[in-house]
C-alpha cells in the first residue's frame, strides 16, 4: 500500500512568488492535513481537510491556503513568498476523524525561498 | 491553547534504556501520538495512546496518564539507528495535532 507521496520533493523560489504544493494521501484516506516544520517554530499545524471541506484551520495568514479534490488529493499554496516561509512542508493523512485513528505523514516538500 | 513539553536531548549508549516524558495541556484532547523524525526525514508514526496505560510496539512502549496529562516514550534496547528526534503529540478533534518541541536522542557506541 503506497503511503503519502508529496511533490514536488525540493524546490526554490524567489520572495514574491507563489507556490503550489501537492499530496496524494494513502488510498481510502479522506483526511488530509499539512504541517510546516521550521528549526525555530518546530512543527506546526496549517490546516485540514476532510471530504473537499476544510476543517481545522492554524494560526498562519491568508497567504496560506489549500483544497481537497474528490479523489482526497490536496494541494496547499502560498503567495506572496518571504524569505521565513522556507521550511519542510508535510502532509498527513488519515481514514477518519475519530480518536483513535492514526495519522500518516508523507516525505514532505522541502521549500527555500531566497 | 495546546503545548507540549518534552527534554531537548537525552545521550544514552547502545542497549540502554531511553525515556522520553512528555506532558502537555490542551483542550479537546483525544490521545497522545510519538512519532520519530530522522535527519532529513519526515515524522515516522511509532505509537498512538488513546486510552491511558501501557501501548508495547516491539522494543518501543508509550504510555498515558489522562489524569496527569502526562506520557512517555520508552525506548528499549537501543540501537544505533534509534538516533532522531522524538515528537509528542497531541491529538484534537479533526486529526490536529499539536507537537512538543522534540526530544533528540543520541545513541553511543
Known amino acids: 500500500k503506497a503511503g503519502v507521496t508529496q511533490t514536488p520533493r525540493y524546490l526554490i523560489k524567489t520572495r514574491g512568488q507563489q507556490v503550489t504544493l501537492s499530496c496524494s494521501p494513502i488510498?481510502?484516506?479522506?483526511?488530509v492535513s499539512w504541517y510546516q516544520q521550521t528549526p525555530g517554530q518546530g512543527l506546526q499545524f496549517l490546516f485540514e481537510?476532510?471530504?473537499?471541506?476544510?476543517?481545522n484551520k492554524g494560526n498562519f495568514p491568508g497567504r496560506f491556503s489549500g483544497r481537497q479534490f474528490s479523489n482526497s488529493r490536496s494541494e496547499m499554496n502560498v503567495s506572496t513568498l518571504e524569505l521565513g516561509d522556507s521550511a519542510l512542508y508535510l502532509c498527513a493523512s488519515s481514514t477518519d476523524r475519530g480518536p483513535g485513528n492514526t495519522i500518516y505523514f508523507g516525505e514532505g516538500s522541502w521549500l527555500t525561498v531566497v | 491553547g495546546q503545548s507540549l513539553e518534552q527534554p531537548s536531548e537525552v545521550t544514552a549508549v547502545e542497549g540502554a534504556i531511553v525515556q522520553i516524558n512528555c506532558t502537555y495541556q490542551t483542550s479537546g484532547f483525544y490521545g497522545l501520538s510519538w512519532y520519530q523524525q530522522h535527519d532529513g526525514g519526515a515524522p515516522t508514526f511509532l505509537s498512538y495512546n488513546a486510552l491511558d496505560g501501557l501501548e508495547e510496539t516491539g522494543r518501543f512502549s508509550s504510555f498515558l496518564s489522562r489524569s496527569d496529562s502526562y506520557g512517555y516514550l520508552l525506548l528499549q534496547e537501543l540501537q544505533m539507528k534509534d538516533s532522531a528526534s522524538y515528537f509528542c503529540a497531541a491529538k484534537a478533534a479533526g486529526n490536529k495535532l499539536t507537537f512538543g518541541g522534540g526530544t533528540r536522542v543520541l545513541v553511543k557506541p
Open positions: 488510498s481510502g484516506h479522506r483526511s
Open positions: 481537510y476532510f471530504s473537499e471541506t476544510q476543517r
